[in-house]
């Protein structure tokens, strides 16, 4: 009788370790709702499941709201099978290309036991890398680096002996430039932002935005609104001089750690990124077509011109004060282009339909141009190619 008591006393003793070492301070009422949501999914879902740890981070996204949290570990859980998301990091191999220009990699941990992502995004060519090794790869390469942020803070916790949930992500925006509006780069970012979302939830702990140029806020503006709130609550923006880059950065992490690159005395060891060369681009078809990447062939369109023959398009703005990008690649010859601005209707422009998904809507944010104009007069854009060879 008095061993019996013993145990339970220990088992409880144990139980209320762990939850301290492991998850944190958790209300009643939270735990109630982790049980709840894991013992409600061992019904559900025959296979493995997520440790307590990550149920609890899906828990925090939906506000412990167990039936929301449960619907999406399950849409997780399906998402994660349909792609091998668990072989990930044992089946697949960056490939040499992706390793030598994406500047990114994990630099030591913050003030708070945080393991630091460290990304260059002004020095990163999204096109370049697109183009080389298409979207499914640069999605491929995320996941991976997701997975082991998920290792890492797992190790963080069992070496600080407290919870360490979520990881730092320290971007540099020096190099940032209206390049980095390319359009499909910036429906490539939204397609990984919303599968980081709906995977990852409650994994960033903190976004530290270093040396933000006078563009970042037309792409803040752009990408902002498809993050999620609580995630945006995070974000800490630095846009002032060199001076003030390491006492900013000093509050979160210890200069000692700090990168060189940032005025720091760290060695880091995320490449420099800059352009990929063309000659390494994957070939274009004949007829404009890139192989297996959507995101590029539903955004450019093609043309077959004679030497001297132009090619118009004409681009409709209903929207005053929207922002016009636009790229081509020539695959054989040479060309010039102009733009010709009007307020004139040279032909009636089919009205767009309202945009319903991420990428539709951001699409429509950054097809038109950065004009001044009645709002109810349509300017029309018309931008000319000529052949010279």
């Given at each position: 009788m008095l061993g019996k008591r013993y145990d339970k006393s220990a088992e409880a003793k144990l139980e209320s370790e762990y939850i301290r070492r492991f998850l944190g301070q958790l209300s009643p009422l939270e735990e109630s709702r982790l049980c709840e949501l894991k013992y409600g999914l061992q019904t559900a879902h025959k296979g493995k499941l997520p440790n307590d740890a990550h149920l609890l981070r899906f828990l925090r996204a939906r506000e412990f709201d167990v039936a929301r949290a449960r619907e999406m570990v399950l849409n997780s859980l399906r998402w994660r099978k349909l792609h091998n998301v668990d072989k990930i990091l044992h089946e697949f191999e960056p490939p040499a290309v992706l390793m030598q220009f994406f500047p990114g990699c994990w630099h030591h941990h913050d003030?708070?036991?945080?393991?630091?992502?460290?990304?260059?995004?002004?020095?990163?060519?999204?096109?370049?890398?697109?183009?080389?090794?298409?979207?499914?790869?640069?999605?491929?390469?995320?996941?991976?680096?997701?997975?082991?942020?998920?290792?890492?803070?797992?190790?963080?916790?069992?070496?600080?002996g407290q919870p360490i949930s979520t990881w730092t992500l320290l971007v540099d925006l020096e190099g940032l430039s209206m390049r980095h509006l390319w359009r499909p780069g910036v429906q490539a970012l939204l397609r990984i932002i919303e599968i980081v979302e709906a995977n990852y939830p409650e994994t960033m702990?903190?976004?530290?935005?270093?040396?933000?140029?006078?563009?970042?806020?037309?792409?803040?503006t752009l990408i902002s609104p498809f993050i999620d709130e609580?995630?945006?609550?995070?974000?800490?923006?630095?846009?002032?001089?060199?001076?003030?880059?390491?006492?900013?950065?000093?509050?979160?992490?210890?200069?000692?750690?700090?990168?060189?690159?940032?005025?720091?005395?760290?060695?880091?060891?995320?490449?420099?990124?800059?352009?990929?060369?063309?000659?390494?681009?994957?070939?274009?078809?004949?007829?404009?077509?890139?192989?297996?990447?959507?995101?590029?062939?539903?955004?450019?369109?093609?043309?077959?011109?004679?030497?001297?023959?132009?090619?118009?398009?004409?681009?409709?703005?209903?929207?005053?004060?929207?922002?016009?990008?636009?790229?081509?690649?020539?695959?054989?010859?040479?060309?010039e282009f102009l733009v010709y601005h009007t307020d004139k209707i040279l032909q009636t422009p089919v009205q767009p339909h309202s945009p319903t998904t991420a990428v539709e809507r951001v699409t429509a944010a950054i097809g038109a141009t950065s004009l001044s104009s009645s709002p109810k007069a349509v300017t029309l854009i018309q931008i000319s190619f000529l052949v010279l060879t």
């Open positions: 003030r708070e036991g945080r393991p630091v992502f460290v990304l260059r995004l002004g020095q990163l060519d999204i096109k370049g890398l697109l183009r080389t090794v298409g979207l499914e790869t640069v999605v491929k390469f995320t996941l991976s680096i997701c997975e082991q942020g998920l290792i890492k803070a797992s190790e963080a916790t069992k070496s600080l702990g903190l976004v530290l935005i270093s040396r933000a140029p006078r563009v970042f806020p037309v792409l803040w609580n995630t945006r609550c995070k974000f800490m923006i630095n846009s002032g001089g060199s001076d003030t880059v390491i006492p900013e950065l000093a509050k979160y992490i210890d200069p000692q750690l700090l990168p060189e690159f940032l005025g720091g005395s760290c060695f880091c060891l995320a490449p420099d990124g800059g352009h990929v060369p063309k000659n390494m681009y994957r070939p274009v078809s004949v007829d404009g077509h890139i192989e297996d990447d959507d995101v590029l062939s539903s955004t450019y369109t093609s043309a077959h011109l004679h030497r001297g023959a132009p090619n118009e398009v004409l681009v409709p703005v209903c929207t005053p004060g929207c922002v016009l990008t636009w790229d081509f690649d020539v695959l054989k010859g040479d060309c």
